[in-house]
């Protein structure tokens, strides 16, 4: 969490303005981190950003009003524990049952050329990046 100064980045939009600001959202989505605020803060503008790398983690993000005389406005958010993850939907991935061999089969069935015609590097990383997740859904099975 903090204060990124990054105004022009949407991140629900996966967007950017300058250039500077598309290496901060690369490792943001090269990390598969998540964005938690959905508001405007700061004159309209998401400066100030909470992530996290799963949903469920955190929860009951609320803005408040600025401390003292600062234009920052509070992000108040509450950690889940152990405790409360061991009944959340939160999973953890299994390798030692992964069927690689499937995985990789449905990867290479990927019209590679065709699925990334014309597209940037950021649009790119996104279509592989979708593929990606949605093999490992099918062939590397939770922990219990």
Same mark, same amino acid.
């Given at each position: 969490?903090?204060?990124?100064?990054?105004a022009?980045?949407?991140?629900?939009?996966n967007?950017?303005?300058?250039?500077?600001?598309?290496?901060?959202?690369?490792?943001?989505?090269?990390n598969?981190?998540?964005?938690?605020?959905?508001?405007?803060?700061?004159?309209?503008?998401?400066?100030?950003l909470?992530?996290?790398?799963?949903?469920?983690?955190?929860?009951?993000v609320k803005?408040?009003?600025?401390?003292?005389?600062?234009?920052?406005e509070m992000?108040? *958010?509450?950690i @889940? !524990?152990a405790?409360?993850?061991?009944?959340?939907k939160?999973?953890? +991935?299994?390798? #030692?049952? /992964?069927? *690689?061999?499937? @995985? !990789?089969?449905l990867?290479?069935r990927?019209?590679?050329?065709?699925? +990334?015609?014309? #597209?940037? /590097?950021?649009?790119s990383w996104?279509?592989?990046?979708?593929?990606?997740?949605?093999?490992?859904e099918?062939?590397i099975?939770?922990?219990?």
């Amino acid at each position: 969490m903090g204060d990124f100064n990054h105004a022009d980045i949407c991140c629900r939009d996966n967007t950017v303005g300058h250039k500077q600001s598309r290496r901060f959202l690369e490792c943001i989505n090269d990390n598969f981190l998540l964005q938690v605020i959905e508001e405007p803060m700061r004159r309209g503008a998401m400066l100030d950003l909470v992530f996290t790398i799963k949903e469920g983690l955190l929860g009951n993000v609320k803005l408040r009003d600025s401390l003292g005389s600062s234009d920052h406005e509070m992000v108040e *958010f509450k950690i @889940f !524990r152990a405790a409360r993850r061991a009944h959340s939907k939160l999973t953890t +991935l299994d390798f #030692r049952r /992964a069927d *690689f061999g499937l @995985f !990789r089969d449905l990867l290479g069935r990927v019209p590679w050329d065709k699925s +990334l015609e014309g #597209r940037g /590097a950021q649009e790119s990383w996104l279509v592989f990046k979708d593929h990606l997740l949605q093999a490992q859904e099918q062939c590397i099975p939770t922990k219990k």
